[in-house]
Nanobody, 120 residues
Framework: QVQLVESGGGLVQAGGSLRLSCAASRSIFSINGMAWYRQAPGKQRELVASITSGGTTNYADSVKGRSTISRDNAKNTVYLQMNSLNPEDTAVYYC??????????????WGQGTQVTVSS
């Protein structure tokens, strides 16, 4: 089990930047992957970015080139730096920890979400 707590959301003007943080309740060193998802009103939750335990990253096309996901295993924290924000980035952002346990079964843990609102 791991609890995830997001922070860093808020209201920002278009063109601005935010850094979201996701603090885990235990070491993330052994967690296969960490990710950020977002869900805008009336839309499905979508993957924004992910990072594996080995540091391999993956980004949605919509944020590629202006967002950076990183992890600090010593602090049990994952970050999402987002730049050049636009109103389409407005959503609740969720932290996710995923992987497979010793039995090969997939696990997913989710944070409670943090609201990001970008004004035009």
């Amino acid at each position: 089990q791991v609890q995830l707590v997001e922070s860093g959301g808020g209201l920002v003007q278009a063109g601005g930047s935010l850094r979201l943080s996701c603090a885990a309740s235990r070491s993330i060193f052994s967690i296969n992957g960490m990710a950020w998802y977002r869900q805008a009103p009336g839309k499905q939750r979508e993957l924004v970015a992910s990072i594996t335990s080995g540091g391999t990253t993956n980004y949605a096309d919509s944020v590629k080139g202006r967002s950076t996901i990183s992890r600090d295993n010593a602090k049990n924290t994952v970050y999402l730096q987002m730049n050049s924000l636009n109103p389409e980035d407005t959503a609740v952002y969720y932290c996710n920890a995923y992987g497979r346990n010793g039995f090969g079964l997939r696990y997913d843990y989710w944070g409670q979400g943090t609201q990001v609102t970008v004004s035009s």
